[in-house]
């Protein structure tokens, strides 16, 4: 099973800041199988990037993915309201799908 | 795009089977990759398992005893049966789709609890 490792667990900042968060595999995500995924309050997740550097349909070009192999990471350029929640990593590459435990995005 | 919305009871006793159906608009079933997923009040996200729409399935090793997953295309669902459940089953149950193991799509998720 690939374990998922996000920091930091919660990341305080202020609207208009960038924020960076990062996930780091067990071991090699195959194909860079690695999304990530924005959840707000009483909401499903919702999908944001894919294949660790491709924005989702819809999502604002202020997320960004990078990374592959084991360490990957999700920037948020301009932090809008919005954007507060909390944002899990997962791979897709081997069985059992995993997710991270998630970084929480609050109000500084 | 492809909707999905989740259905079944809320409220469970220990040692029941958990079954939900999700129901599938706005695309074929006849392609894609369709899963279960979970997440306790306040915690994080598991994956239960998947049903290709072949009919072959993959399931997490942690609950594969106790877990399936089933297809119906005819009527554009599919479907997930837990078997004696606990409290520890308690939580917001997901259904998704991909065109491959990724979940692009999620329902709005349905709670349920388990308690005596």
């Known amino acids: 099973e690939i374990v998922l490792t996000q920091s930091p667990g919660t990341l305080s900042l202020s609207?208009?800041?960038r924020a960076t968060l990062s996930c780091r595999a067990s071991q090699s995500v195959t194909n860079n199988y690695l999304a990530w995924f924005q959840q707000r309050p009483g909401q499903a997740p919702r999908l944001l990037i894919y294949d660790a550097t491709n924005r989702a349909?819809?999502?604002p070009d202020r997320f960004s993915g990078s990374g592959s192999?084991?360490?990957?990471t999700l920037s948020i350029s301009r932090l809008e309201p919005e954007d507060f929640a909390v944002y899990y990593c997962q791979q897709s590459s081997?069985?059992?799908l995993t997710f991270g435990g998630?970084?929480?995005?609050?109000?500084k | 795009q492809v909707q999905l919305r989740e259905s079944g009871p809320g409220l469970l006793k220990p040692s029941e089977t958990l079954s939900l159906t999700c129901t599938v608009s706005g695309g074929s079933m006849t392609s894609d990759y369709w899963s279960w997923f979970r997440q306790p009040p306040g915690k994080g996200l598991e994956w239960l398992g998947l049903i290709y729409y072949s009919g072959n399935t993959n399931y997490n090793p942690s609950l594969k005893s106790r877990v399936i997953i089933s297809l119906d295309t005819s009527k554009n669902?599919?479907?997930l049966r837990l078997s004696s459940v606990t409290a520890a089953d308690t939580a917001m149950y997901f259904c998704t789709s991909g065109s491959g193991w990724l979940p692009e799509y999620w329902g709005q998720g349905t709670l349920v609890t388990v308690s005596s």
Request: hydrophobic letters at 25%.
């Open chain 1, 102 to 107: 998630g970084t929480k995005v609050e109000i």
């Open chain 2, 77 to 79: 669902q599919f479907s």
């Open chain 1, 94 to 96: 081997h069985a059992p």
């Open chain 1, 69 to 72: 192999g084991t360490d990957f």
């Open chain 1, 15 to 17: 609207p208009g800041e």
């Open chain 1, 57 to 59: 349909t819809g999502v």
